[in-house]
């Protein structure tokens, strides 16, 4: 995505671009290689290579261990190199990938009561080094996932099991503390490690220099800062890749890596996409097909509650009132992005569609402010008991069009006596503690509040889990209300959908009134590929459309 920060509970910080100096990197050496050179791709518009697909992101995958903190430009490669007992398609339904069968009450393989489970494996699945994938595999992963000494990405629902064994070479169970409905989601983006290269191991840094997984493409090198290169794996369990070779190219500039999709030198524009005032552009290129691809990543102004002025809701929802979203999305994104006011995307079946539309009335949102006793003094700006309504709002530095729309947004403010102050920093500082400790006022920022596919935002927004007043969890707003709490813990505990959709989109109502972020659009990302290249398909469930890449092939 465009420079801003996506954070996602698939699970834990696995944050977006503006984080990328922030989480756990493992050790990589300059040149890794463990599989001769690929073949270099045609230039230019030459009939392309049927054994190679070149795909080109504007971010760098640098994590190659799964079980640790990553972003989603790694996940394209992660989910290409391992295997989740389950995976997730298009249209959100899950698909069996090591498992024989998929466990729910209706199967037996989960109880009534939704805490024991039953997990039964493939017997043909081989990790890249021929070794079989075992119920050992997957007790390995789990245990490490609960393990607190460990780094891991992602502890939800992990965190419930308290008893989990082996039952056979292909089989395991466990047992749960309490009912988690949103696990299948979690386990189907959970990727299974092989425990004979990294049981007892404390440093894994060998491991990320050369993975050894069980998906669809087996590790081939890596040359920092430029390029990965992926092999199909000919032993895959599943239907075997369609191409032999992906190259996954590193391109910074999103302009150059325009001009290389424009001339034919990538195959696929990925992550970040092309930039919404060269959208009309390449809407005219020749055998180039322009896709936008809906996005869980939701852009917004986020409040930090712990601040005085923030406490006072006349305030926030004055500043929602203030702002023209709509003209702000027309002018600055070409119409591009969704206009939202929920924190789930669209195409959530837990989407409430009927939530207030947002309203831009700058008189209103002046007149809320005087009712609540906001007066102007001599300089303008509106103060109540001695406290001035000014603050700071942040986001990644060197992001235009967000440098763009916070300075939009300062005029909105300022025309109601309000003072914003841009001060904007390096993703490493932005994303870090400066974020997840709450040391910010405000923060425009792109999050994925989801679990997965599901729609559980409890770390968001339940009163337990703000890191600055000792929770666990990326309530970062230090926002609480304990209906909100209430519903999420009864949507988490029950399978009736129905229960759950009646739920989440409660929650959604009362968010949208309490606004401890105000809810601008829903990422739309637009995306290219070349018109002989078939397979790709956008999946709004996951955080990277390479998750089929096996899929591709030539026309």
């Not at 060269?278 to 601040?307: K, S």
């Amino acid at each position: 995505m465009a420079g801003s920060f996506q954070l996602s509970r698939r699970q834990s910080l696995t944050l977006g671009a503006g984080f990328l100096g922030h989480l756990t990197r493992a050790a990589l050496a300059p040149r890794q290689a463990v599989a001769a050179d690929l073949p270099v791709a045609a230039g230019g518009d030459a009939p392309p290579s049927q054994r190679q697909v070149i795909v080109g992101l504007s971010q760098e995958p640098t994590v190659f261990h799964p079980l640790l903190p990553h972003i989603e430009v790694d996940d394209g490669v992660l989910m290409n190199l391992f295997s989740p007992l389950w995976r997730i398609n298009a249209k959100g339904a899950f698909i069996p990938d090591l498992v024989t069968v998929i466990p729910s009450l209706e199967n037996g393989d989960i109880s009534p009561d939704g805490r024991s489970w039953r997990i039964r494996l493939r017997g043909d699945a081989l990790w890249h080094d021929g070794q079989p994938v075992t119920a050992g595999d997957v007790l390995f992963t789990l245990q490490t996932l609960r393990d607190p000494a460990f780094p891991a990405y992602t502890r939800s629902g992990f965190d419930l099991i308290d008893h989990v064994e082996q039952t056979g070479p292909l089989e395991l169970s466990w047992h749960m503390r309490e009912p988690y409905a949103p696990f299948h989601a979690v386990l189907a983006s959970a990727m299974i490690v092989p425990s004979h290269l990294l049981k007892g191991k404390t440093d894994v840094s060998a491991f990320s220099r050369a993975p050894v997984g069980s998906g669809p493409f087996r590790w081939g090198e890596r040359i920092p800062s430029e390029e990965i290169r992926l092999k199909a794996n000919p032993h895959y369990h599943l239907p075997k890749a369609e191409i032999e070779d992906a190259i996954i190219r590193y391109i910074p500039d999103l302009t150059v890596m325009f001009t290389q999709f424009e001339t034919g030198e990538i195959d696929y524009l990925g992550m970040q996409g092309i930039l919404p005032d060269r959208y009309p552009q390449a809407r005219t290129l020749q055998h180039r097909t322009i896709i936008q691809a809906p996005q869980p990543f939701v852009e917004g102004l986020a409040f930090n509650m712990g601040r005085p002025c923030f406490q006072d809701l006349a305030v926030r929802q004055a500043i929602y009132e203030a702002i023209d979203k709509e003209t702000m999305l027309k002018t600055l994104f070409q119409g591009i992005e969704i206009p939202t006011e929920s924190f789930l995307p669209a195409e959530s079946p837990f989407f409430d569609p009927d939530l207030p539309p947002h309203r831009f009335d700058p008189d209103a949102a002046a007149e809320k402010l005087e009712r609540a006793g906001w007066r102007k003094n001599r300089d303008g700006v509106r103060s109540r008991n001695g406290l001035r309504l000014e603050f700071t709002n942040a986001t990644t530095s060197s992001n235009a069009l967000r440098t763009q729309a916070q300075e939009i947004i300062q005029q909105y403010l300022s025309d109601i006596g309000i003072i914003m102050r841009i001060e904007d920093r390096p993703a490493a500082v932005m994303w870090g503690r400066y974020w997840v400790h709450s040391e910010f006022d405000s923060a425009l920022v792109s999050v994925d509040y989801m679990t997965g596919s599901d729609p559980d935002a409890s770390s968001f927004f339940m009163s337990t889990a703000s890191p600055a007043k000792g929770g666990r969890g990326q309530n970062v707003f230090q926002y609480a209300n304990p209906e909100v709490d209430r519903l999420f813990q009864e949507g988490n505990r029950t399978f009736d959908r129905t229960a759950r959709i009646r739920c989440y989109r409660r929650i959604q109502q009362i968010l949208r009134n309490d606004l401890p972020m105000l809810p601008f659009y829903q990422i739309n990302n637009i995306e290219g590929i070349k018109d002989t290249l078939a397979g790709y398909e956008s999946n709004v469930n996951v955080r990277s459309n390479l998750w089929n890449l096996s899929g591709w092939h030539w026309t």
